[in-house]
């Protein structure tokens, strides 16, 4: 951790001792688990309408809690994680893109900035036990990894798991998978098939450690994104090939969570959420236009389930807009902390809406969707202005009338398309939009000089960088860390 970022956790930590701990946290501060599954659509499980896939674990898991139906996250891996850890626009923090594909590579030289405050320093700070187990793809050099940001304990894949040597597509020359505990490389993933239930372990693992103070554990599962895998136990169980079969693994994986946590007796004390990092990649988006990597619903609203016994009520929904931007502020408020205040910070508190308090409402007057630095569309309330809609033009949708953006209304409703137009303008300003927009309150993405692969290819060469052209304006200010 950078010096810089020490002072900025101390400040706030200092103002955090003024105020008195929340009814909220009482006596022991909830743990958070946040189970992220990779590229897992809207209709891909049985609570948002799957009859697909089995999925009994998060069925119950919805009864006993809340459904969030307007939840969104960013279009594809990497954006969707730095929104998660920084409550940020993926954007305002240069996160919005890979230095040469839409996501973060092997050896890429960006990565999250160390500067930047992650939901997992504000927990250490109020001293959680912290773990990511999964994968992280926020940068694999040193500085971006999560032992760095935030997170004590870090085992798993520092990228996806396409990025291996047999998938050659347009010559990528990947090298071997690498396994991560902490900082080091411990071993090369090879057999797919065993890395739902390994990370499973690790994860119970952690929690039966930290059984008796309070933790947070980030889960994002290597799984559904392809190659798809799962255990032989489940390999051919389900009625949907493959996909069926990993997300019936996830579905067990999230069951064994939950009796993990009902025989140390923490389940009370344990807020739970599920959801995915983008729209499907091989699933389905249920009633949503688009998949993954798409700016229509489908490629950014996810399924969402949030479970707290007692705290959250059972078999409840809500219909607010709310994001992977949230986590940030509302686990900050419910460990008895806060968001920082020396800077932007894009995410809502929800606790008011996850808690079902009389007139709770979202806290975006507006919500944007970009696709790597370009913004594409706005929602404020059950409005969306789409530029590129039908046919590519500009297209207004009434979401709660028409949740799977079928009918353009711009020319029966011009007012409010100019307002939704106003509002976009408002986002190039302040986040930018295209490499001739900056944005005036970006903030630096992380920068590592002469970037090193984890495991170096057999062959000696860097892994192929495609033909991708990307325009460096896109990042007006870099931090050099190293
Ligand atoms: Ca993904």
Same mark, same amino acid.
Not at 285 to 297: D, I, M, Q, Y
Not at 436 to 443: A, F, H, I, M
């Given at each position: 951790m950078t010096p810089r970022a020490l002072t900025n956790i101390t400040l706030f930590c200092i103002s955090c001792s003024l105020f008195p701990l929340n009814a909220e946290t009482d006596s022991r501060p909830p743990n958070f688990i946040v189970i992220f599954i990779d590229d897992m659509g809207y209709g891909d499980i049985g609570p948002f309408g799957s009859t697909l896939n089995r999925t009994p674990n998060l069925d119950r898991m919805a009864k006993e809690g809340m459904r969030l139906t307007s939840f969104y996250a960013a279009p594809v891996c990497t954006p969707s994680r730095a929104a998660l850890m920084t409550g940020c626009y993926p954007k305002r923090v240069g996160l919005m893109y890979g230095s040469w594909h839409p996501v973060l590579m092997p050896g890429d030289e960006h990565g999250i900035n160390p500067d930047e405050i992650t939901i997992a320093e504000i927990l250490k700070h109020r001293e959680y036990a912290t773990a990511c187990i999964g994968k992280w793809h926020l940068g694999d050099q040193p500085a971006f990894l999560p032992t760095n940001n935030g997170f004590d304990t870090f085992y798993g894949t520092p990228y996806s798991n396409d990025m291996y040597p047999g998938n050659t597509g347009k010559s990528r020359n990947f090298p071997p998978y690498p396994l991560m505990r902490d900082e080091k490389v411990i071993g090369e993933i090879t057999d797919q098939n065993t890395i739902t239930k390994n990370l499973t372990d690790q994860a119970l693992r952690f929690i039966e450690e930290n059984q008796s103070n309070p933790f947070f554990l980030y889960m994002p599962h290597v799984m559904v994104h392809h190659p798809l895998h799962a255990g032989q136990e489940f390999q051919g169980k389900s009625s949907n090939g493959?996909?069926?079969?990993?997300?019936?693994?996830?579905?067990?994986?999230?069951?064994?969570?939950?009796?993990?946590?009902?025989?140390?007796?923490?389940?009370?004390?344990?807020?739970?959420?599920?959801?995915?990092?983008?729209?499907? =990649?091989?699933?389905? &988006?249920?009633?949503?236009?688009?998949?993954?990597?798409?700016?229509?619903? %489908?490629?950014? $609203?996810?399924?969402?389930i949030v479970r707290w016994p007692g705290r959250i009520g059972a078999g409840t929904q809500t219909d607010e807009i709310t994001s992977t931007m949230d986590l940030l502020p509302t686990l900050a408020r419910l460990a008895g902390s806060s968001a920082p205040s020396d800077r932007i910070i894009d995410g809502h508190d929800i606790w008011p809406i996850l808690s079902d308090q009389l007139g709770a409402r979202s806290g975006y007057e507006a919500l944007y969707y970009y696709s790597r630095d370009n913004l594409n569309a706005v929602r404020s309330g059950p409005w969306k202005l789409h530029l590129k809609g039908d046919n590519g033009k500009p297209a207004l949708y009434q979401l709660n009338?028409?949740?799977?953006?079928?009918?353009?209304?711009?020319?029966?409703?011009?007012?409010? =398309?100019?307002?939704? &137009?106003?509002?976009?303008?408002?986002?190039?300003?302040?986040?930018?939009? %295209?490499?001739? $927009?900056?944005?005036?309150?970006?903030?630096p993405i992380g920068f590592w000089k002469n970037p090193k692969q984890l495991i170096p290819n057999a062959n000696g060469k860097p892994v192929g960088r495609g033909d991708l052209k990307i325009d460096p304006q896109m990042w007006p200010t870099r931090h050099v860390v190293n």
């Open positions: 493959i996909l069926g079969d990993a997300i019936e693994e996830i579905d067990w994986s999230v069951g064994e969570v939950f009796k993990t946590l009902k025989r140390l007796e923490i389940d009370n004390d344990t807020l739970v959420m599920f959801t995915s990092d983008n729209g499907p =990649a091989a699933g389905i &988006a249920g009633p949503l236009r688009g998949k993954k990597g798409s700016t229509f619903e %489908g490629g950014m $609203r996810e399924p969402c009338n028409d949740i799977g953006e079928t009918t353009n209304l711009i020319e029966e409703h011009p007012a409010i =398309a100019e307002r939704l &137009a106003a509002l976009m303008e408002n986002a190039r300003i302040d986040l930018g939009d %295209g490499s001739d $927009r900056p944005g005036k309150n970006v903030r």
